[in-house]
């Protein structure tokens, strides 16, 4: 036995011994999307009663966090989480989850200089390796800035757990680490494969003919962007790079298929470059001790001067809503927290800022709510919805109608080119709240009546 397995023998406890280091007023902060703990989560939640005021937070988590549905009257625990899953949804629907806004590349400095803890770190890891490293596996973002703040660091290790190659700060060493607890090794969390619509398809076609060889991508969350990927992966294109936030299957599709290389990148060269992975087994399996690929902390991947060194970076982003001002809603329907911001701001506005770089915003251009299809181009944002990218940063928006660039274009223009791909049914409504709010023209009145 090394002495790193000595130490790993000292350290190691039950779930419901290492909880007991925290105390009520405490913030606990819990690892992110795939990584979210399940075994230290439910001790936590067996501990209600002895504690008062204890603040969690989370990011994505994939099943519904024990320590909220434990405390309804939440005397006793908070749940917050910057990114909001189906599961945090559902809890925010009962009242029981709370959102902390912010843009994702400012999260590990925002951490590190707070008063708000955290105070406790519960982090997910693949089991400790011969040097005494435990890796944070697919959630990198900032892991190592919570474990730099927090007062005690308990790791909860899953088998499963793919072993992620950095880039840096991807592990923690066994000498950092107070309490080892060993969880469930439960598989990880698995994105249902939802095959595309035609509409999908449709702008996956609008956004893949504006991709070049060499080009740098990002996709981001949601089924959309995803598809985009499936289809370049169909493409004649090469020498595609990945720089992104997110890791998905599209980049393995694309990868498998011959499309990258990362070649042409000017940092990073030959590697794929993320913070987090959400996919299925096959990428998990894919990215365990793969040098093609590099995990980073988000103050890197995101960092927007560091976006735009890659020429060509395309950013592939899903919005929820957007406005005749071009105002982009991507996170919440009303009141209602759907997600975050995440890295979408910051990828919309370092592509741009990348040589021949483009940052897409794409949606259906309508959605069926209930028994109801609404506009995703609307004259305003839901009421109290969260503007995620300004109207300012905004690039392309695309549609199954069509793309348009709002850059530079006046607000009249903006009006024009956004009802142009909205769909057809709500093209004269539209119109109407544009004479309303003062942004359409009588160069638009004429077009309007030409059509
Ligand atoms: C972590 C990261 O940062 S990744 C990098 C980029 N980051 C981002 O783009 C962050 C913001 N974007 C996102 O969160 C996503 O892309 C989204 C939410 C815009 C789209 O994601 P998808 O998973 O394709 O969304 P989907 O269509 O399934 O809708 C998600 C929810 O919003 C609801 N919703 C979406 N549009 C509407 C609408 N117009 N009216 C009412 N509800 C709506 C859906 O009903 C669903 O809610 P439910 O599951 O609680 O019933
Ligand atoms: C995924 C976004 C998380 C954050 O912004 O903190």
Not at 38 to 52: G, N, Q, S, T
Not at 325 to 351: L, M, N
Not at 359 to 387: E, H, N, Q, W, Y
Request: hydrophobic share 40%.
């Amino acid at each position: 036995m090394n002495r790193y397995q000595e130490e790993y023998r000292r350290k190691l406890v039950s779930a419901d011994e290492a909880v007991k280091v925290v105390k009520s007023g405490d913030w606990v902060a819990y690892s992110h999307f795939a990584m979210t703990p399940r075994v230290l989560d439910e001790a936590l939640a067996r501990r209600k009663d002895e504690l008062f005021d204890v603040k969690i937070r989370g990011v994505c988590a994939l099943h519904p966090v024990k320590v909220a549905l434990a405390d309804p009257e939440q005397k006793h625990f908070i749940y917050n989480s910057s990114f909001f899953s189906g599961a945090d949804r559902r809890l925010q629907d009962e009242g029981l989850a709370y959102h902390i806004p912010g843009l994702y590349h400012e999260a590990p400095g925002i951490l590190r200089g707070n008063h708000d803890g955290p105070d406790v770190a519960m982090i997910v890891t693949t089991p400790m390796d011969e040097k005494g490293f435990f890796n944070f596996s697919v959630s990198c973002s900032y892991e190592r800035a919570v474990c730099d703040k927090a007062r005690t660091i308990i790791v909860e290790v899953n088998e499963n757990a793919p072993r992620c190659l950095g880039g840096f700060q991807e592990s923690i060493h066994i000498s950092e680490v107070d309490y080892i607890v060993e969880g469930n090794n439960e598989p990880l969390f698995e994105v249902p494969n939802i095959p595309p619509t035609e509409v999908d398809k449709k702008i996956a076609r609008l956004i893949v003919e504006e991709i070049e060889d060499g080009s740098c991508l990002q996709l981001g969350i949601g089924g959309l962007p995803n598809t985009i990927g499936k289809m370049l992966a169909e493409s004649d294109l090469k020498d595609l790079g990945v720089h992104s936030e997110m890791m998905c299957n599209a980049f393995l599709d694309l990868y498998e298929a011959g499309k990258i290389t990362g070649a042409r990148k000017n940092i990073d060269r030959f590697k794929m470059v993320y913070t987090f992975a959400l996919g299925d087994a096959r990428l998990y399996e894919f990215l365990h001790n793969n040098p093609a690929c590099a995990i980073y902390p988000v103050d890197y991947t995101n960092d927007i001067n560091i976006i735009a060194r890659n020429d060509k970076q395309i950013a592939i982003n899903n919005a929820i809503e957007i406005d005749l001002y071009g105002q982009v809603c991507s996170e919440s329907v009303g009141v209602r927290q759907i997600s975050g911001t995440g890295g979408q701001f910051d990828f919309t506005f370092g592509a741009y800022r990348s040589r021949g770089g483009k940052a897409f915003i794409c949606m259906s251009s309508t959605k069926k709510v209930g028994d109801r299809v609404v506009s995703r181009i609307v004259p305003m944002i839901t009421p109290l919805g969260i503007v995620t990218v300004p109207r300012t940063v905004v690039q392309y928006v695309v549609t199954e109608y069509g793309k348009v660039n709002l850059k530079g274009k006046s607000t009249w223009q903006r009006a024009e080119l956004l009802i142009s791909i909205a769909h057809p049914d709500f093209r004269e409504e539209l119109i109407k709240h544009a004479e309303k709010m003062k942004i359409w023209t009588r160069t638009n009145k004429k077009l309007s009546l030409a059509c």
